[in-house]
Nanobody, 121 residues
Framework: QVQLVESGGGLVQAGGSLRLSCTAS????????MGWFRQAPGKEREFVGS???????????DYADSVKGRFTISRDNAKKTVYLQMNSLKPEDTAVYSC???????????WGQGTQVTVSS
């Protein structure tokens, strides 16, 4: 069983930056594909980006078009933590951000509780 805990959310002005963290417990973190999602009030959850493991020990990241060039995902396997660095934040980035984990490319099996990010104009 994998448990995920996000942190780092908060209130920031437009143009500012935040870094979210997602720390895992349980499982073999190095082989998990990690994803970040967000859900704004009244909207469906949307994909933000992911960090995928590939043999032998390579990771690839991809991003939604809406955040490409502004957000960066990284991971520290020793700390079992994946990060979402968010720069040039916009009011439309306001949402609850959640991390998720999966093995392979199937459905995400494990989810964190989410952390609120609010960007003021």
């Amino acid at each position: 069983q994998v448990q995920l805990v996000e942190s780092g959310g908060g209130l920031v002005q437009a143009g500012g930056s935040l870094r979210l963290s997602c720390t895992a417990s349980g499982g073999t973190f190095t082989t998990y594909n990690m994803g970040w999602f967000r859900q704004a009030p009244g909207k469906e959850r949307e994909f933000v980006g992911s960090n995928r493991w590939s043999r032998p020990n390579t990771y690839y990241s991809d991003y939604a078009d809406s955040v490409k060039g502004r957000f960066t995902i990284s991971r520290d396997n020793a700390k079992k933590t994946v990060y979402l660095q968010m720069n040039s934040l916009k009011p439309e980035d306001t949402a609850v951000y959640s991390c998720a984990a999966r093995l392979g490319l199937g459905n995400y099996n494990y989810w964190g509780q989410g952390t609120q990010v609010t960007v003021s104009s």
